[in-house]
């Protein structure tokens, strides 16, 4: 299984095949399935899928928390290779009045 892990972590990013982990782990049908057990909405879950919404962190600990898995490894799987993950500056600092 360690030559699976290297070849993993080696994969280009891509959140569907978290995602479709989860459906396989849990012998899910389809994607409305998958919804039910992660408890988010059927856009969330398409959004993931088309790249225009990461995985969220609530996401990520909610899928760790259901399967056991370490986060590491979670994150390996989608080929999130980052060491560190930040938040980026623009998302702490307090809005101004005016700001949308």
Do not use: W
């Amino acid at each position: 299984m360690e030559g699976e892990n290297t070849a993993r972590s080696l994969a280009p990013y891509d959140p569907n095949r978290l995602l479709d982990y989860v459906k396989k782990r849990f012998n899910l049908k389809n994607d409305a399935a998958l919804c039910r057990v992660l408890r988010v909405t059927a856009p969330v879950i398409s959004k993931i899928r088309h790249g225009r919404l990461p995985v969220g962190a609530a996401l990520l600990i909610n899928i760790h928390e259901m399967t056991d898995l370490p986060v590491r490894e979670l994150r390996d799987i989608m080929g999130d290779r980052r060491q560190i993950v930040r938040i980026s500056p623009d998302h702490t600092k307090p809005r101004e009045e005016g700001d949308q």
